[in-house]
């Protein structure tokens, strides 16, 4: 099988880092050769945190490439557009519509890109999804994360994989039952 290409991008505290974790035990449990690398821009104070994944027959760095990604999956919209780059002509960008605003934004030295969907739309085939409103109305915002994990599981065809045990093994056990919830509801939308 040829290489797959994953890139998982957002802000700093969105659980981007726990969905590629998670992403990448069921690849593995699938049987795939998987490697997985992390940048933690700052994370810890709401900066830029992306994950790339990439697994196949027989994969050999972790790293993605410019112009090669088969799907990003952005957590927040202006990470989606500070990651298109990475999307290959043939790719597909997944983008949660919210919008978290750097400190710069904050204390007005900048002001936040408007036309984001508008420009993402000029340049890939993309999809919009509102996953932190579909997590807010499973009750908890913060499984945003795997609702967007889903929606890579429907769109990469990675649905014959065991997600519910995946998340039963991995997640603490008082939400379980909400992971699993949103990752369907993920797979759902797409």
Request: charged share 20%; glycine share 10%; no cysteine.
């Amino acid at each position: 099988m040829e290489t797959k290409n994953i890139v998982l991008v957002g802000v700093g505290g969105q659980g981007t880092i726990l969905a590629a974790k998670l992403l990448t035990i069921g690849l593995m449990e699938a049987g795939y050769d998987v490697k997985m690398s992390e940048i933690h821009g700052m994370s810890q104070r709401g900066g830029s945190v992306s994950s790339l994944v990439r697994y196949g027959d027989d994969v050999q760095s972790p790293v993605i490439e410019i112009g090669s990604a088969d799907i990003v999956v952005a957590f927040e919209k202006m990470e989606a557009l500070r990651s298109l780059e990475y999307l290959k002509p043939s790719g597909k960008i997944i983008v949660n519509d919210t919008e978290i605003y750097p400190l710069s934004v904050i204390i007005g030295a900048n002001t936040y890109p408007e036309g984001i969907i508008e420009e993402i739309a000029s340049k890939a085939n993309y999809r919009v999804m509102s996953a932190t409103k579909m997590a807010e109305a499973l009750g908890n915002a913060k499984v945003m994360n795997v609702i967007l994990l889903g929606s890579v599981v429907k769109a990469m065809g990675l649905t014959d994989i065991d997600w519910e045990k995946i998340i039963r093994g991995n997640i603490k056990e008082q939400f379980v039952d909400l992971n699993i919830k949103a990752l369907n509801a993920g797979m759902d939308a797409v």
